[in-house]
């Protein structure tokens, strides 16, 4: 069990710092967004998955922190992406360009 335990452990780390290099690579604040939400929230769950095999007496507590992330993380980005646009933050246009220019050629 405990090398099962690693393994998620390892996993959610992963995700958790793919998430991290998603939101300083990523070209604009949308895209930063969904990086953040998706890998991180996968990343969480997976190291609250480890936590639980390696602690069984804590699956109760664990599975309300599961709930609370899953409930607000969603929330939260997509609020924030509704301000963003609401305030005028345009999306990144270079998928345009490169649509533009293909089509042109």
Sequence with gaps: ????????LLIG??????????LLR???VYNRIQAGTKAVTLGA????????L?????WSKLLVIALMILV??????STIARALMMAGVKPW?????ITSERDQA
């Design 93 to 97: 246009k270079k998928v345009e360009t």
């Design 26 to 28: 990523m070209p604009d």
């Design 13 to 22: 780390a992963t995700f958790t710092l793919l998430g991290a290099l998603g």
């Design 45 to 52: 769950l997976s190291l609250l998955l480890g936590i639980g």
């Design 72 to 77: 607000t993380n969603p929330i939260g980005s």
């Design 54 to 58: 390696l602690y069984p007496e804590w």
């Design 1 to 8: 069990m405990r090398l099962l335990a690693d393994i998620i």
